[in-house]
């Protein structure tokens, strides 16, 4: 009897080994519960006056982490005062504010607990661009994730016809307001690019541009030319059509 309580007793203690051996050697994964931010490494594109979402995540190797009871800071890089928007003790605490953001800034509160820390700015300026970066001082104080906010700025261009040039017409076309810089571009009706006369750009005190070109256009079957204005950066174009009368080419 008593043998069979030592094998017993035996194997046991065989197994408790092996456990704590596999633990030692093979500790259980666990999640990292103070989660890292991360941002978006492509630029977030919007255009002057639109509401535009800065995307940051709190979240640790395995999952989200609630944020609603952490500190939320959004910072703009390129300033000396550099508080966008500040959160913490579970409400909004912007004292500290950039003037420039005071009541177009918010996170959604509701999404806090996915860790979804996104910033909402509202009403975008030409000035909000730039680089942008959140963190949560409460997890980790130096530990930020950025993001690029690129705003943009557009016109419809607006053609008129300057009069006879040697056998064609001279056609002007303008367009102000945006930025970036944009490229102007004149195409007849089958899509092709027309060879430009002179392009001039202006910038003014807002930092916002005004391309003029104008072209010399010869009589076509349906005299239709478009001035195109675009702008790759923010991924935007603008087109005007003008159909030309006849009488006005062959005069
Ligand atoms: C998660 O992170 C913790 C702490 O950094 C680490 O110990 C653990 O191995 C990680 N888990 C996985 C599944 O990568
Ligand atoms: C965060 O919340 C906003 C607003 O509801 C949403 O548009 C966005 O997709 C969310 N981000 C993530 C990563 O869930």
């Known amino acids: 009897m008593e043998d069979r309580w030592n094998v017993l007793f035996q194997g046991l203690f065989r197994m408790l080994v ?16 103070t989660g890292k931010v ?9 255009l002057v006056g639109e509401d535009v979402i800065l995307p940051c995540t709190l979240r640790n190797n395995v999952s989200t982490v609630n944020a609603v009871k952490e500190a939320v800071e959004w910072q703009k890089m390129d300033l000396t005062q550099k508080d966008v928007h ?3 003790d579970s409400r909004d605490s912007n004292m500290d504010q950039i003037p420039s953001y005071r009541g177009r800034t918010s996170l959604f509160k509701e999404e806090l607990r996915k860790g979804n820390i ?33 705003v943009g700025a557009v016109s419809q261009p607006v053609i008129s016809i300057m009069g006879p040039k040697d056998d064609g017409v001279v056609l002007k076309c303008e367009s102000g307001g945006w930025y970036p810089e944009p490229k102007m571009t004149w ?47 923010i991924n935007q174009m603008k087109e005007t059509e003008m159909n030309i009368p ?3 080419v062959t005069s």
């Open 18 to 33: 092996i456990c704590l051996v596999l633990a030692i050697f093979f500790p259980v994964y666990e999640a990292d519960f």
């Open 38 to 46: 991360f941002g978006q490494t492509e630029p977030v594109v919007c």
């Open 86 to 88: 500040f959160y913490t």
């Open 118 to 150: 996104s910033l909402k700015l509202t009403s975008v300026k030409l000035s909000d661009a730039g680089e942008y970066s959140c963190s949560v001082p409460s997890l980790h104080r130096n530990e930020k994730a950025f993001i690029q906010l690129k």
């Open 187 to 233: 195409l007849d009706s089958d899509g092709s690019i027309l060879p430009d006369g002179p392009i001039e750009t202006q910038i003014d005190s807002e930092g916002r541009y005004t391309v003029r070109g104008e072209v010399t256009i010869q009589k076509t079957d349906n005299n239709k030319f478009t001035c195109r204005v675009n702008q790759l950066q």
């Open 246 to 248: 006849g009488d006005v």
